[in-house]
């Protein structure tokens, strides 16, 4: 009988586990839906702390507001502005190419 009851000793420890696992993950969700700041473009921005200080994440993308601004003066619409300067900024520069390899001399 010994081995009956450690079994269901196992089984009561591996299903505390999975609770505090889902548990874990609910509150991670919860989390983010609290730190989200607003939408655009029908995404989050949520703001996140990290290591190097306050950044902002949309469309799974990262976007860090330079440290001259400061933080009582950061608001939606000034994250909203600067992600859609970044996102065409990028798309100036990351579409033009300066070397065209499919031409052969």
Known sequence: MPHYTEALENKNENNTRCAAVTES???????KINNSIGKHNNKHIFKN???YGTFYT????NYRIPPYVSED???F????NYI???NEMNEKYNNKSTLNLS???
């Open 77 to 80: 619409e000034l994250v909203k």
């Open 58 to 61: 949309h469309d799974k993308v």
């Open 84 to 86: 859609v300067y970044k």
């Open 73 to 75: 003066k950061i608001d």
């Open 49 to 51: 702390h990290g290591q």
């Open 103 to 105: 031409e052969s001399d």
């Open 25 to 31: 993950r609910e509150t991670k969700q919860n989390k």
